[in-house]
């Protein structure tokens, strides 16, 4: 299976432990790209990054917030210092270029604070 | 910034009839615009796309329809069938930035 790996699926974490949610792209993608959706709302633009590099962080928050994608391995989205509101669902997606290309989305990891 | 809405937060429809979703963007600078499906507890899934410089794609049932001036574009599904029950996602990018979503619309076809 060559698709957007997430894992794990679900995750719970008590208020002010750290999240770590990892995101393996598409074999030839080098743009990764991380959604939030919480409950009843749509997909929300996080962040966007190639390789080694953040692209656009606009629509992180500005604390507790965290994202990178090394040269080898998956990318990370970490949350530390959970706290309720940050139970959502968090999706991934890949590109093979920046520009008009589709997005090819994973499964999303469901992150449950309690 | 909400640059891309969808004011419809569902829609039901009788299966065989058509079903129209609607999205509207507020920037000009968006070329290209995308339509996904998400089932729950799936990631989305592209369904259908359009470039500015056209004005209709067809891709089997599905048709996505762009108004420019109007900055405004809907997906038709004729005719539709129980399995598009889903949430529909419309999304715009330029060359230049990242995609925008917009707040999606769960379409319910009854049979």
């Known amino acids: 299976n060559a698709g957007v790996m997430q894992n794990p699926r679900h995750l719970v974490r008590r208020r002010g432990q750290e999240a770590r949610l990892r995101c393996s792209p598409m074999k030839g993608h080098s743009h990764v790209y991380w959604y939030r959706q919480l409950p009843e709302e749509g997909l929300k633009f996080m962040v966007y990054l190639q390789k080694e590099n953040i692209i656009d962080e606009s629509g992180m928050p500005k604390e507790r917030f965290s994202a990178e994608f090394p040269k080898e391995g998956p990318s990370i989205l970490r949350i530390q210092q959970v706290v309720r509101g940050d139970s959502a669902a968090y999706f991934c997606a890949s590109s093979p270029a920046r520009g008009n290309y589709g997005y090819t989305f994973g499964s999303g990891t469901r992150l449950t604070v309690v | 910034d909400q640059q891309v809405k969808q004011n419809s937060p569902s829609l039901s429809v009788q299966e065989g009839r058509i079903s129209i979703l609607n999205c509207d963007y507020t920037?000009?600078?968006?070329?290209?615009f995308l339509w996904y499906k998400k089932y729950p507890a799936e990631g989305p899934t592209f369904l259908i796309s359009i470039s500015s410089i056209k004005d209709k794609n067809e891709d089997g049932r599905f048709t996505v329809f762009l108004n420019k001036s109007a900055k405004h574009l809907s997906l038709h599904i004729v005719p539709s069938q129980p399995g598009d029950s889903a949430v529909y996602f419309c999304?715009?990018?330029?060359?230049?930035?990242?995609?925008?979503f917009g707040a999606g619309t769960r379409l319910t076809v009854k049979p």
């Open positions: 999304a715009a990018s330029n060359n230049n930035n990242d995609m925008r």
């Open positions: 920037n000009s600078m968006f070329d290209y």
